[in-house]
C-alpha cells in the first residue's frame, strides 16, 4: 500500500541513518564512562547532539533532556513540576494526545482542578478563554502546539508570553508541529515535548526542553544522567539521529507548499464527489498542511475501512481487545460517535510527493463513491 499515515510515524531518513550507525559497533561507549577513550567519545557524541537540538531552538544545550519520546517527556514535564507541590488548578484542553491526558487524570486523583477547555467545532481554542478560566491558583496551562488527528495550531507562543506575565508555568507538547512549522524563532514555553519518529528520526527518542529556572522533579531514579533528571544510560546511536533529524528540520520545512498543494487537491475532489455525505473535520483556517480528517456520514465505519486496501491511513478509532471507541478529539469537536468512528486520517510528508498523487486520487475517490452508492 501507498503510506499516508506520516502524523503516525515517518521512516528513518537516509542521513540520519548514517549518522547513526557508527555508534551501534564502532563507538558503542558509554557517555558515563569517563575513564577512558569509549567513554569519552560517546559523551562528546551526547553533547554535539545537545548543542545541535539547543542551538536550533536557540536555548542553553543544559537545557535539553533526552528521553525516550514525546510520551516520556509530557509525563516527566507535567508530574516531574507537580506532582509534588500541593494541589492546585490546571488548564488544558479534551483535545490533547492520551500522553497529556492520562498524566493530567492521574493528578487529578491526587487533587489537582483541572479545566478543560471548549474548542469550537474547528478545534481551535484561543488566549482569551485561557484568561478566563485562569483562577487564583491556577499554576499550569498544557496545551499541545499541533493536535494530532486534525492538524490545528495552537498559538502556544502568545500563550507562553502570557502565562510568563502571569508567573503561571506553561507546557506544549510539540510533537507533531515540529518539522511542520518554524519553532526555530518562536517565544517557548517553560517545557516543551517531542518524539523522533515523527521527524524521520527512530523510534524510542525524545526530548524534553526545560526552561532554565523551572523546578523538575525526577520521576525516574538510578545513576545520575541528564543532571539527575532522567536516570539510565543514554541510548547514543538514536540521540545522534534524533539530532540529525532535528538539524533537517530547516529542509522538512521547504516541502511545506507542495504538501498543501497536494493535501487541497484531494480534499477538493473528495468534495466534488461525495457532495453531502463527505464531512471534512481538519477545517481550520490555523491548520497544518499535512493532515485531513474527514468522516464518510451513513457509512458503517468497519466498512469504510477496509474500502481502500492499497493506500495506509489512520481513522478515528481507538481499539482495545473488548471494543472500539470514537476518537475523543472528534467527538470534543462534537461530532456524533458514528460520524466520529467513520473517520479517516491521511497525512502527508515529503516522501509522498515522489508517489503517484493523480493515481492516489482516483483510487481515494472511486473507493469511497462505489462505497456511498
Ligand atoms: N503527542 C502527540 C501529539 C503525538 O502525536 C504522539 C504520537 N502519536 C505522542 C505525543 C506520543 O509520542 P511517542 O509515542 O513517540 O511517545
Not at 14 to 27: G, T, W
Not at 75 to 102: D, F, M, R, W, Y
Not at 192 to 221: D, E, M, N, T
Not at 266 to 273: G, H
Amino acid at each position: 500500500p501507498i503510506y499516508l499515515d506520516y502524523a503516525a510515524t515517518t521512516p528513518v531518513s537516509p542521513e540520519v541513518l548514517e549518522a547513526m550507525i557508527p555508534y551501534f559497533s564502532q563507538h558503542f561507549g558509554n557517555s558515563g564512562s569517563n575513564q577512558h577513550l569509549f567513554g569519552w567519545e560517546a559523551s562528546d557524541a551526547v553533547d554535539q547532539a545537545r548543542k545541535t537540538i539547543s542551538s536550533y531552538f536557540s536555548v542553553n544545550p543544559s537545557s535539553i533532556l533526552f528521553t525516550s519520546g514525546a510520551t516520556e517527556s509530557n509525563n516527566l514535564a507535567l508530574l516531574g513540576l507537580l506532582e509534588e507541590q500541593t494541589p492546585g488548578h490546571i488548564i488544558s484542553s479534551p483535545l490533547e494526545h492520551k500522553a497529556v491526558l492520562e498524566p493530567l487524570a492521574y493528578l487529578a486523583h491526587k487533587g489537582w482542578e483541572i479545566t478543560y477547555l471548549e474548542p469550537n467545532s474547528a478545534g481551535e481554542i484561543c488566549l482569551e478563554q485561557i484568561k478566563t478560566a485562569k483562577k487564583s491558583d491556577t499554576r499550569l496551562v498544557s496545551l499541545m502546539w499541533v493536535n494530532n488527528e486534525i492538524g490545528v495550531i495552537n498559538d502556544i507562543s502568545s500563550i507562553a508570553q502570557w502565562c510568563n506575565q502571569e508567573g503561571i508555568y506553561c507546557h506544549t507538547d510539540a510533537t507533531q508541529a515540529l518539522g511542520k512549522l518554524d519553532l526555530s524563532q518562536a517565544f517557548l514555553p517553560d517545557l516543551l515535548s517531542f518524539s523522533g519518529h515523527k521527524i524521520f528520526g527512530p523510534k524510542g527518542i525524545g526530548a524534553l526542553y526545560v526552561k532554565s529556572g523551572i523546578p523538575l522533579k525526577a520521576r525516574q531514579w538510578g545513576g545520575a544522567q541528564e543532571r539527575g533528571l532522567r536516570a539510565g544510560t543514554l541510548p547514543i546511536p538514536l540521540i545522534v539521529g534524533l539530532a540529525k533529524a532535528v538539524e533537517r528540520i530547516p529542509h522538512l520545512l521547504t516541502f511545506l507548499p507542495q504538501i498543501q498543494v497536494k493535501k487541497q487537491d484531494l480534499e477538493n475532489s473528495l468534495k466534488e464527489s461525495l457532495g453531502d455525505s463527505l464531512i471534512v473535520n481538519s477545517i481550520s483556517e490555523n491548520q497544518i498542511p499535512h493532515i485531513l480528517n474527514f468522516s464518510i456520514q451513513g457509512v458503517d465505519w468497519e466498512k469504510l475501512f477496509r474500502c481502500m486496501p492499497l493506500l495506509a491511513f489512520s481513522n478515528g478509532s481507538a481499539c482495545n481487545s473488548k471494543s472500539t471507541f470514537p476518537s475523543h478529539v472528534l467527538k470534543a469537536l462534537g461530532r456524533d460517535n458514528d460520524t466520529a468512528l467513520a473517520s479517516i486520517r491521511i497525512s502527508l510528508a515529503q516522501p509522498y510527493l515522489n508517489e503517484d498523487h493523480d493515481w492516489v486520487k482516483d483510487y481515494l475517490v472511486k473507493s469511497l463513491e462505489k462505497l456511498i452508492s
